[in-house]
């Protein structure tokens, strides 16, 4: 159960101060108010009441800064550390840090692992998935059958031929787009009027008129 209102008012004083010595950071009374209050149980009146008594005793220091107080912990009444005792708390560091990225990596293969897990298919999936494609195979040999069974292929000569024409067709359209360009530019030299509306008078439409264009050679 936790403590009442009241109880933990009472021991505000203790709890913050301990809590400013474990942390040994600058605090404003909001920040001690946010950080506290959950397991707590500390009102904001508790809180600012309890940093001002703390200060006053001098157990706790306080800075000023504008209109807002800054608490921390008295630095005098904090243990003296040796130079053996800093080397030891940087080699911890050091080992925790490498400690800390080596489980992040971890962390990101087995993220990628089940990824890579959740977005493949389930076995009713693929099974599913098979069936599709077993289909989709018989449909496409049934029509491959049945066109090596028809009797109306095309021949490798009459596949020429048709090439042949269609390059024939193609030079000839190329040929008379090439003269009817130059006549109508040769007429438009002294033609009082635009191009459009000479075309619109005459009565010629383009290619470009029906989105068609000319194949390659």
């Known amino acids: 159960m936790s403590k009442s ?15 400013l010595q474990e942390q040994n950071r600058p605090y404003s009374a909001q920040d001690v108010f946010g950080n506290l209050q959950k397991d707590h149980g500390l009102g904001k009146a508790a809180v600012v009441k309890a940093l001002d008594q703390l200060a006053q005793q001098g157990k ?4 000023t800064y504008g209109k807002q107080k800054i608490y921390f912990a ?3 009444q904090c243990d003296t550390v040796n130079d053996a005792d800093l080397h ?4 911890k560091i050091v080992a925790l840090t490498a400690k800390v990225q080596s489980l992040q990596q971890s962390c990101r293969h087995m993220e990628a692992e089940l990824k890579g897990l959740t977005s493949a298919l389930t076995t009713p999936e693929m099974q599913k998935e098979i069936q599709e494609l077993k289909k989709e195979c018989a449909h496409y040999t049934e029509r491959l059958e049945n066109i090596k069974a028809a009797t109306n292929h095309v021949t490798p000569e009459e596949k020429e031929e048709v090439y042949k024409d269609r390059q024939k067709y193609c030079k000839e359209w190329r040929k008379r787009k090439r003269m009817t360009t130059e006549l109508c530019d040769a007429i438009l030299e002294g033609y009082p009027k635009s191009k459009k509306q000479f075309f619109e008078e005459v009565g010629i439409e383009t290619d470009e008129d029906y989105n068609v264009r000319l194949p390659d050679p």
């Open 5 to 19: 209102r009241a109880e933990a008012a009472a021991g505000a004083p203790g709890t913050i101060l301990r809590y």
């Open 60 to 63: 706790i220091k306080e800075k």
């Open 74 to 76: 008295d630095q005098d």
């Open 88 to 91: 030891s708390l940087d080699a």
